[in-house]
């Protein structure tokens, strides 16, 4: 077992804030294997082609499963952003408290 490094605050963001692409979604449901999705991967760079495309010009799926799945994922992205947003507002009244015990505490000691 090799010994990992732990994620900087950098790479924790980008795992958290990446949209997860269509490939790995349909992967990750079985809806497509791994070797389909590096065809798949292998065309698509070369045609430029959208992935969706690919997977309904190779009949792997029909046009309402790939809207299924693209509604899917951008679902999973609404759900990460409102989890950050959350954080986010949740972090700043924290910090704003913080601020404010700070600050009459300061005030406190001008007075006596």
């Known amino acids: 077992m090799t010994h990992q ?8 963001w980008e795992l958290l804030t990446r949209p997860e692409k269509l490939g790995e ?7 497509i ?3 389909q999705l590096e065809e ?3 065309e ?3 045609s430029g082609e959208p ?9 792997l799926m029909t046009g309402q499963e790939l809207l299924q799945a693209l509604d899917m994922q951008h679902k ?5 952003i409102k989890a950050l947003t ?6 700043s009244s924290a910090e704003a408290s913080a601020e404010a015990s700070t600050e009459a505490g300061t005030d406190s000691e001008k007075s006596e």
């Open 86 to 91: 959350e954080m986010y507002q949740h972090h």
């Open 25 to 31: 979604l349909l992967l990750k449901r079985g809806k």
């Open 5 to 12: 490094e732990p994620l900087s605050e950098e790479q924790k």
């Open 76 to 80: 999973t992205d609404q759900v990460i």
């Open 33 to 35: 294997s791994l070797t």
């Open 44 to 46: 698509q760079n070369q």
């Open 40 to 42: 798949l991967i292998d």
């Open 51 to 59: 992935l969706g495309k690919l997977i309904l010009a190779r009949g």
